[in-house]
């Protein structure tokens, strides 16, 4: 089965950091374009973070670049969200998707609250 699970995240006040992690199974994610993409409440979806293949190109939303980081850990099957200096308006739940050509996979998601 294929399956995307998001772990990470929490409640941080603002300033501070957190990293979220993606783990694939059923999938090589090292294979796959990877991309995080958040929903802030009562909002719609807003595209976050995007790890490219092939040769690994990463893309940023504009209010994120520069503060946010996407990697991949390829030993452990996982791509992770390295987030900094966060804001309020970072606070929504985060879902990780794996894209290849016409599938899409999405996680479940994991909420961040960044408090003022």
């Known amino acids: 089965e294929v399956q995307l699970v998001e772990s990470g995240g929490g409640l941080v006040q603002a300033g501070g950091s957190l990293t979220l992690s993606c783990a694939a199974s059923?999938?090589?994610?090292?294979?796959?374009?990877m991309h995080w993409v958040r929903q802030a409440p009562g909002k719609g979806l807003e595209w976050v973070a995007m790890i490219a293949v092939p040769g690994g190109r990463t893309e940023y939303a504009d209010s994120v670049a520069g503060r946010f980081f996407i990697l991949r850990q390829n030993a452990e099957n996982t791509v992770d969200l390295q987030m900094n200096s966060l804001k309020p308006e970072d606070t929504g739940v985060y879902y990780c998707?794996?894209?290849?050509?016409?599938?899409?996979?999405w996680g479940q998601g994991t909420q961040v609250t960044v408090s003022s």
């Open positions: 998707q794996a894209t290849k050509l016409r599938q899409v996979t």
């Open positions: 059923g999938f090589t994610c090292s294979s796959y374009s």
